[in-house]
C-alpha cells in the first residue's frame, strides 16, 4: 500500500450503459466526473502522481481500470477481462502500462482474470475465483506471479459477489476489511479482520494508499470501525460508480 503511482481513466458519458447487477438508474456522466475528480484529488494529496487517461465512449466500464490490468514493482500484467463488452480494455490500457513500466506481460493465453478479483495482501497474493475470473485465468496469472517470485492463492469467491475485492480489501499492517460472509471464509488465516457492519456492504471495498484509507462516502459505521482500528482515514464520494457496481479500488491500479 506505498505507492507513487496511479492511472485512471476518465468516465465517458456511456458510462450510463454501464454493466450492473441491479438497476438502480443510470450514473450521469457528467456527476460522475466530478466525483472522479474529488478522487483524483485525493490520490494526489496521498502523495501519488496520477495519470488520467482520456475517456473511451466505446467501453462504457473503462474507467473502471482495476479490471484490465495489475500492477507490481516488477512490472505489469495486461489482463483480460471475463466479460465480452470488456474484453478490449487491455488493448486500450497497453500503452499507459508501458509509459510507466519497462516490463509489460500478457496474461497467458486461454482464460480471463479482472484485477478486481485480486487482493494483494503483506505475503501472499489472493485470486477471487468470479463470474469474471475464471479457474485457467487464475492460474495462468498465479503462474506469472509465481514467477515474479509472489505467493498467490486461488480461492473462491462467495456467490452473489462480483469481484473478491468488492467484499474486502487490505487496510495495511496486516489488517483486511471485510463483509461477514467474506470474513467467514476462511481465506484470512489469522489475520486480523475488521468486518463490516451488514447493512454496509459496499463500504467493504476502500483503498490503502500511503499513510490514509479512502472510504465511501455515506458509511458511518464502517468509517468508524476503520478509525477504531487505528486508521486515518478520508471520505470521497462514489455515487455514481456505485451504480454501476464500482467501487473506490476499480478506478485506479495503483503502484
Ligand atoms: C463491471 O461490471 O465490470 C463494472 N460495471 C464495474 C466494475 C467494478 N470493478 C471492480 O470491482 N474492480
Known amino acids: 500500500y506505498r ?4 492511472i485512471t481513466r476518465t468516465p465517458a458519458d456511456s458510462v450510463a450503459n454501464g454493466l450492473r447487477a441491479v438497476d438502480t438508474g443510470n450514473p450521469d456522466g457528467a456527476a460522475f466526473r466530478r466525483e472522479h475528480e474529488l478522487y483524483i484529488k485525493a490520490l494526489q494529496e496521498a502523495g501519488m502522481t496520477v495519470d488520467v487517461l482520456p475517456s473511451l465512449e466505446a467501453y462504457p466500464d473503462s474507467c473502471f481500470v482495476e479490471d484490465p490490468a495489475f ?7 495486461q489482463l483480460r477481462p471475463g466479460t465480452q463488452s470488456r474484453e ?3 488493448r486500450e490500457i497497453r500503452a499507459a502500462l ?6 509489460v506481460v500478457d496474461l497467458p493465453e486461454g482464460g480471463h482474470v479482472d484485477g478486481g478479483d485480486v487482493l494483494t495482501l503483506d505475503d501472499v497474493i489472493l485470486i477471487g475465483l468470479s463470474e469474471r475470473t475464471d479457474r485457467a485465468g487464475a492460474e495462468a496469472f ?4 509465481k514467477e515474479w517470485g509472489y505467493k498467490a492463492e486461488v480461492c473462491e469467491t462467495p456467490a452473489g459477489v462480483l469481484h473478491f475485492k468488492t467484499a474486502c ?13 467474506m470474513a467467514e471464509s ?9 468486518i463490516v457492519p451488514e447493512v454496509e456492504d459496499y463500504a467493504a471495498n476502500v483503498i490503502r494508499v500511503n499513510d490514509v484509507v479512502l472510504v465511501p462516502e455515506g458509511y ?3 468509517l468508524e470501525a476503520i478509525k477504531s482500528a487505528g486508521f486515518a482515514t478520508k471520505v470521497v464520494p462514489t455515487h455514481e460508480a456505485r451504480k454501476v457496481d464500482g467501487g473506490l479500488s476499480c478506478l485506479s491500479l495503483r503502484f
Open 3 to 6: 505507492f507513487t503511482h496511479a
Open 71 to 77: 500492477c507490481l514493482p516488477e512490472g505489469a500484467i
Open 88 to 90: 478490449g480494455e487491455g
Open 98 to 103: 508501458e509509459a510507466r513500466f519497462s516490463t
Open 142 to 145: 498465479a503462474a506469472v506471479l
Open 169 to 181: 480489501s487490505t487496510l495495511g499492517e496486516g489488517v483486511i476489511l471485510a463483509t461477514k460472509v
Open 186 to 194: 476462511g481465506f484470512f488465516g489469522d489475520r486480523k479482520v475488521v
Open 220 to 222: 458511518p459505521k464502517t
